[in-house]
């Protein structure tokens, strides 16, 4: 299904194409999956090198983000409810080595070493809606306005007691959505609170679960975070052509 969309839309620009697309986007895969370094990519996929740069120009280009929000354009109506979370993702010490400063890495230094944060938007099916890189030891609220979509009309947003904030809650009942957050203790004023509606927040947590299950996700070790983003963008859009196949059987 990538390698279709590749030729249909990517494809089709100037440029010199790929020579062997198929194996290109097969040694990625295998990158994916196993973690290991490039330069011990099989040769049966090609040269590392070649497979990297490839690699990396799709993740520049935004190709990943392209693919990842057609197919969520052809499955809209699972977002009806929308799940907001993040989770922390460990850096390998191959990852802190770019010159770059910890906030354009987005790698963040908390209790158990560097990290960097993963906010994401899931829908009803527990499928990507956005992803967004942020350092490890940034709050969760902080970029919750930047991972949600811009059209919220009519739409449940569920998201734990993190993300109960007066702008958050503001900004998604401005855009036409429904806040299903639980307040926190503190808070002094009451807020309504839906708990049959607001136990559907585990779907965000197995959709973790589920790209975790990728070595290269699961560990970050690449020093750039759009090539990173690209890796978990990749098990995203494997995770909903898994739920087609599956939703068409």
Request: glycine share 8%; aromatic share 10%.
């Amino acid at each position: 299904k990538i390698n279709n969309l590749y030729r249909t839309e990517v494809g089709s620009h100037r440029g010199r194409p790929v020579g062997n697309l198929d194996a290109t986007l097969n040694g990625i895969w295998w990158i994916l999956c196993t973690g290991s370094i490039w330069n011990q990519l099989p040769e049966r996929y090609g040269k590392w090198n070649s497979v990297w740069r490839c690699f990396r120009r799709w993740c520049g280009s935004g190709m990943w983000g392209w693919i990842l929000q057609n197919l969520t354009e052809q499955h809209s109506d699972y977002e009806i409810a929308l799940m907001l979370d993040g989770s922390h993702i460990k850096a390998h010490q191959d990852a802190s080595r770019s010159p770059l400063d910890s906030e354009q890495q987005k790698l963040g230094k908390t209790k158990g070493g560097r990290n960097t944060k993963l906010s994401a938007v899931v829908n009803l099916a527990g499928r990507a809606v956005s992803l967004v890189l942020v350092p490890g030891n940034e709050h969760d609220s902080v970029s919750a306005i930047e991972t949600l979509p811009k059209n919220l009309k009519a739409k449940f947003v569920l998201a734990d007691k993190a993300y109960d904030a007066n702008r958050i809650r503001s900004h998604i009942e401005s855009a036409g959505g429904f806040c299903v957050i639980p307040p926190k203790a503190n808070r002094k004023e009451t807020i309504s609170y839906d708990k049959e509606i607001g136990r559907l927040r585990r779907i965000v947590e197995n959709f973790f679960c589920r790209i975790k299950s990728y070595r290269r996700v699961a560990t970050r070790y690449e020093q750039l975070p759009k090539t990173f983003l690209g890796f978990v963008t990749l098990s995203a859009i494997v995770d909903w052509i898994k739920f087609e196949f599956v939703h068409a059987a």
